[in-house]
């Protein structure tokens, strides 16, 4: 069964960090570029990070740069996403999926039930 899972969410003060993580399952998880993209409350889904099946090309979204860092452990089937200086406008539900894009992670069937990140003081 194909799958993934996100984790690492929480309640963080403006400023905190966070790491979430996705593990996949069930397809050839080192080929595939992966991203991470959030659903705001009455927003849009909006892209947030991607990285190439290969790890050594990651691109961002610019409300994020410099801020958020995507990851990938191939051996592991693990994708990351640590979040530093998190603002309130970063308040999402924050979900993986297949592609490294806006383009390409939208279609994507693949997403997982999502993790819950609050920033709020």
């Known amino acids: 069964e194909v799958q993934l899972a996100e984790s690492g969410g929480g309640v963080v003060q403006p400023g905190g960090s966070l790491r979430l993580s996705c593990v996949a399952s069930?397809?050839?998880?080192?080929?595939?570029?992966m991203s991470w993209i959030r659903q705001r409350s009455d927003k849009d889904l909006e892209w947030v990070s991607g990285?190439?099946?290969?790890?050594?090309?990651?691109y961002y979204t610019d409300s994020v740069k410099g801020r958020f860092t995507i990851s990938r452990d191939n051996t592991k089937n693990m994708v990351y996403l640590q979040m530093n200086s998190l603002k309130t406008e970063d308040t999402a539900v924050y979900y993986c999926?297949?592609?490294?894009?806006?383009?390409?992670?939208?279609?994507?069937?693949?997403r997982g039930q999502g993790t819950q990140v609050t920033v709020s003081s």
């Open positions: 990285i190439v099946a290969g790890g050594e090309t990651t």
């Open positions: 999926t297949t592609g490294r894009d806006e383009k390409t992670a939208f279609p994507s069937p693949l």
């Open positions: 069930g397809f050839p998880f080192s080929v595939y570029d």
